[in-house]
């Protein structure tokens, strides 16, 4: 099982950025397992800075509903260790030369958590869902390209599309919901009220769910019947700190067993022998982005030269350095830095006090006597919004308060829990500004978070970004299957994004992750650490608790 499978396929909002192209480093870097053999028992304990939305990982977008949706549910695909498409609940399948036709074989000895055999009708049922209009899903348009979906057999599954589609495999990590249990909430509208959502999900993936109280904690156990396997890790343990400092006094403490480290606590806060001995400490290329976002309806940020002028007001190499103390590196658009898609010839926004100045003058702002800009008569003063815990964001927010100030902007600066934050304010847009990140996934079509079509309350597009250009370079580089036609399309769209700067493409964070020294069977590769979740095993001797 491959635990970061959906965060790598699909776009979701970030909260502590996700693994990727990199090799492992610090502290003990790779642990083999030598002699050890790996045994059976234990329970794991994760930090989550925040709490999950839902607990059908199809009708969410963020992080932490992922992290846990994706030890219960299987796609029909997933990524291996070097980011490579292999069979999950697929055993195999062909795709048509003209990319029109694709046919999946099912693997036939899978089972929903409950005892019921998993069938073809149940992946069809999964399209219907994602599709429904009546489904809060921002996943549609990974599958508006198809017209049908049929059931050739209980285990044979064909999909036929309109229009040649480049993730037409890769869209089907999906995970698959069972039809028996949900069909007649999709039915009537009402998903979200659907006990699989809070109190009783059933997947095919190698936990259960055990138990979670609301804000605190999420209990998943080991899945004897699961299919590849019974996983070795007996129970996982996912509890919700939405704060970064007292998930490091956690750490310090031995009482969580994985967690994300911030750069001070990686690099300042963690060389000493005795937290050495503990964890181990891992570094790699993030596959997320962090970005200072606008709300594009409001016609002050609709203005670019306004958007410009906020670029160019931000010393982003000083920001890198100031917050992730150079764990990362700049951010010039939305395609991961050495991956195909990305350009290496766009070129990042200058820090240019006198440049910025100048836009904002041509843009109507002028000083008043007391030294803010005014336009209209009114002064140009707008809420800065971030998630609570996340110690970088609130770093950077001040910043960005400080950088704007000299400019004679006033930024109020508003921090709020992250499940509130989503629900109150990213999906109703009520903003002005925002800190967050995304993350990307092996594919590097972005449609759903840049196309116009996709400003739907539960669409990614949260900042209402519209660019004709940007909609045809979208759709173009989605609907070829060849790598090489492709290549074209998004490399004119990141300099299209970098003249345009929707959102002020800030940093790429590294990924630093500790995994508790008891714990076995790691083997970091490009896509993260957590790959090969489910071979993962603490030996009898280094076992702490007994799990049920």
């Known amino acids: 099982m491959k635990r970061l499978r959906r ?25 083999k397992t030598g002699a050890i053999l790996p045994a059976y028992g234990d329970s794991l304990i994760e930090a989550s800075i925040g709490n999950v939305s839902s607990l059908i990982p199809n009708i969410t977008s963020d992080s932490a509903s992922h992290e846990v949706g994706d030890l219960m549910y299987n796609g029909l695909v997933t990524l291996d260790r070097d980011l490579n498409v292999v069979g999950e609940l697929a055993k195999s ?93 999709v039915k009537a509208g009402k998903i979200k009220e659907a006990p699989q959502n809070w109190t009783a999900p059933v997947g095919t993936g190698p936990y259960r769910f055990k138990e979670m109280k609301s804000g605190e904690k999420i209990v998943v156990v080991a899945n004897p019947e699961y299919f590849k396997g019974r996983p070795n890790i007996s129970r996982v343990v996912y509890r919700i700190i939405p704060s970064q400092a007292t ?64 670029a160019h007001a931000i010393n982003k190499q000083g920001l890198l350095d100031g917050v992730v103390l150079g764990l990362g590196r700049p951010a010039t658009g939305s395609f991961r830095p050495g991956t195909w898609a990305d350009n290496p010839a766009v070129k990042g926004i200058p820090y240019d006090l006198k440049r910025a100045q100048t836009l904002l003058a041509e843009a109507g702002w002028k000083r008043s006597d007391g030294g803010l800009l005014e336009k209209d008569g009114k002064p140009f ?12 964001r609130k770093k950077i927010a001040e910043i960005i308060q400080a950088s704007l100030r000299e400019l004679g902007v006033t930024v109020e600066i508003r921090i709020l829990e992250w499940a509130a934050f989503l629900k109150e304010h990213i999906k ?68 299209v994004l970098a003249d345009d700067q929707p959102v002020i493409f800030l940093y790429w964070r590294d990924a630093l992750p500790v995994v508790s020294n008891r714990i076995f069977g790691i083997d970091p590769g490009p896509a993260g650490i957590k790959w090969n979740f489910t071979d993962w095993f603490v030996p009898k001797h280094l076992q702490r608790y007994t799990a049920g």
């Not at 003063?381 to 970088?392: A, P, R, Y």
């Open 93 to 185: 399948w062909k795709l048509a030369k003209d990319c029109l036709t694709l046919d999946f074989q099912l693997n036939p000895t899978v089972r929903w958590h409950d005892g019921k055999p998993m069938t073809a009708d149940d992946v069809v049922f999964t399209w219907e869902t994602t599709v429904n209009p009546k489904t809060p899903s921002p996943y549609k348009s990974d599958f508006q390209d198809v017209e049908r979906v049929e059931a050739a057999g209980p285990h044979d599954v064909r999909v036929v599309y309109k229009r040649p589609y480049a993730k037409a495999l890769l869209s089907w990590a999906l995970p698959i919901l069972p039809r028996h249990l949900l069909e007649s909430y």
């Open 381 to 392: 003063t707008f809420e800065l919004l971030t998630n609570q815990g996340n110690d970088e």
């Open 247 to 310: 998930i490091f006094l956690e750490v310090k403490a031995k009482g969580v067993d994985v967690a994300g480290l911030t750069a001070l606590q990686y690099k300042r806060q963690t060389e000493y022998p005795a937290f050495e001995k503990a964890y181990n400490k891992y570094r790699y290329p993030g596959a997320g982005y962090t970005y200072f976002g606008f709300n594009l309806k409001d016609p002050r940020f609709a203005d670019r030269r306004v958007r410009l002028a906020f």
């Open 428 to 495: 109703k847009r009520q903003f002005d500004a925002i800190v967050l990140g995304w993350g990307t996934g092996a594919d590097p079509d972005q449609y759903v978070v840049w196309h116009s079509s996709q400003m739907g309350p539960d669409d990614l597009n949260h900042i209402s970004y519209s660019n004709p250009e940007v909609d045809a370079l979208l759709e173009a580089g989605r609907s070829s299957c060849h790598q090489a036609e492709r290549v074209r399309f998004y490399h004119r769209l990141h300099q």
């Open 7 to 31: 965060l790598g396929v699909l776009i979701a909002l970030v909260v502590v950025a996700a693994g990727c192209t990199g090799e492992a480093g610090g502290g003990a870097g790779e642990r």
